[in-house]
C-alpha cells in the first residue's frame, strides 16, 4: 500500500515562511513527477509546483519568485519552501505522486492534506 504523508503546515503572520514535506511510503518500485496542489475555501483546487524526476520544475504564476519545491529522491520525499507569505495562500495543501507500485500500474496519488494559514 503506497501512502503520502504531509507535514509542515501551520499558521504564520504574513511576510512569514513555512516549510512543507511530503513522503511516499510502501511498496514502491518508482516515482514519477511530484508536486504541490492547494485549496481555499470555496475554490478549485489549484497547481502549486511540480517537480519532474528529472528536477524540472513548474509554478503557478502566483507563487513563481516565493515559493521552491524540490525532492530528495533517496527519501521519496518532495518539500515545497514557502516564503513570504501572503493571507491569499492560505489554503489546505495536498501532495501528489505519480508512483508505479511494485508488481502495480503508474498512477496517481494523493496526500491528506496540510492546513496553511497566513495571518496576523
Known amino acids: 500500500q503506497v501512502q503520502l504523508v504531509e507535514s509542515g503546515g501551520g499558521l504564520v503572520q504574513p511576510g512569514g515562511s513555512l516549510r512543507l514535506s511530503c513522503a511516499a511510503s510502501?511498496?514502491?518500485?518508482?516515482?514519477?513527477?511530484m508536486g504541490w496542489y492547494r485549496q481555499a475555501p470555496g475554490k478549485q483546487r489549484e497547481l502549486v509546483a511540480t517537480?519532474?524526476?528529472?528536477?524540472?520544475?513548474n509554478y503557478a504564476d502566483s507563487v513563481s519568485g516565493r515559493f521552491t519545491i524540490s525532492r530528495d529522491n533517496a527519501k521519496n520525499t518532495v518539500y515545497l519552501q514557502m516564503n513570504s507569505l501572503k493571507p491569499e495562500d492560505t489554503a489546505v495543501y495536498y501532495c501528489?505522486?505519480?508512483?508505479?507500485?511494485?508488481?502495480?500500474?503508474?498512477?496517481?496519488?494523493w496526500g491528506q492534506g496540510t492546513q496553511v494559514t497566513v495571518s496576523s
Open positions: 501528489n505522486a505519480i508512483i508505479q507500485p511494485k508488481g502495480g500500474f503508474l498512477r496517481n496519488y
Open positions: 510502501g511498496s514502491i518500485r518508482s516515482i514519477n513527477a
Open positions: 517537480i519532474t524526476s528529472g528536477d524540472s520544475t
